[in-house]
């Protein structure tokens, strides 16, 4: 049986095969369900066949090798499966490994069908294979540790600059001497300023985390009820025509880092009134419950997708905004370095979006964390 023949008979077996490999793809794919683990396989599949198929000249087959060959299905297919991949937070090492896997699948199933002639090719695959997953690793580790690095020094080169800026800015806006029109150019530029002074910080938290230093964090007694304040009438007065209300219940003093905490209630915040859609509605919700502290934050704007929601905290990946745009607000990062900011103090940070009750953010502290020094 030719190999073509042997794929098309056997195309549920192997996709079974795809499947249960993807599932040892962790964390990424816990709680995917297998239509999402399946993805394309039965497409690329088909593709694969269809190319084999077809007829090729030593040429064409020269310009595969480089990876110089004309577009068609397995292009398509293989873009798809990437963008797919990407957005549920699969990284390249991973992606690599499926497709290694498939081809190790369909190999080992048809030397089992027609005997040991096949074996040694199987072993050459395997071995080729070994060695680029290797390389695959190594290139996306230094690559990884090149950007990070880049973007540590890029965030760090930027703070006196912006600082610079801010401290005239802010200087023009409190000026006197200035008419409207002069007043209101100022407060765009320490606008503007502060939330690209907010970018950088957001870099360099990341570049802490990813270069394993972690979020630093300086805990004091503190009451979180005045941050919650401060931090709603500052962003008040950025959205006045949305509504934000603040509820405080029970004790809320507790031993955690004032400035993080701001960055984390600011960013939530922020995130629930881009989300909420133009003139929406915001509550937030701080209780004392015994040795913790929950707060919650809720609108009632479009619910979060399914998919999306297993990977809302990860680096970079933004949901849209209710005009479908994903790229109006940042960095993608406020979300991440939140979640980063609550496990330094030791809590949990989770999120649930319903019809019913709309979408909640709830952050859940100890009141005094054993050790939250970083």
Known sequence: ??????????????????????????????????????????????????????????????????????????????????????????????????????????????????????????????????????????YSEMLGRTREQFLAILGHDLRNPLGAILMGSTMLARSERLDDKQARIAARILNSASRMNRMVSDLLDLTRTRLGAGIPVTPRAMDLAPICQAVIAELEAVHPDSHLRFEAFGDLVGTWDSDRLTQVISNLVANALQ??????????VAEGLGDTVALRINNHGPLIAPEAMRMIFELMLRQPTPDGDRNSTGLGLGLYIAREIVVAHGGTIGVTSTEAAGTTFTIQMPRHPADTAH
């Open 1 to 138: 049986m030719r190999l073509t023949e042997f794929i098309q008979a056997n195309h549920e077996a192997i996709i079974a095969e795809w499947v249960q490999f993807a599932t040892t793809l962790l964390p990424w794919a816990k709680g995917m369900s297998e239509r999402a683990l399946r993805d394309h396989a039965g497409e690329l599949l088909t593709a694969v066949v269809s190319d084999m198929k077809a007829p090729q000249t030593s040429e064409q087959q020269a310009e595969k090798s480089q990876g110089l060959a004309a577009p068609g299905a397995l292009t398509s297919v293989g873009q798809k499966h990437a963008a797919q991949r990407l957005a549920t937070g699969f990284n390249l090492d991973q992606l690599v490994s499926e497709y290694r896997a498939l081809r190790a699948s369909i190999l080992r199933l048809w030397a089992d069908a027609n005997g040991e002639e096949h074996r040694e090719l199987n072993r050459f695959n395997e071995a080729i294979d070994e060695s680029l997953t290797e390389a695959t690793i190594r």
């Open 275 to 284: 989300h909420g859609g133009e003139g929406g509605s915001v509550s937030v």
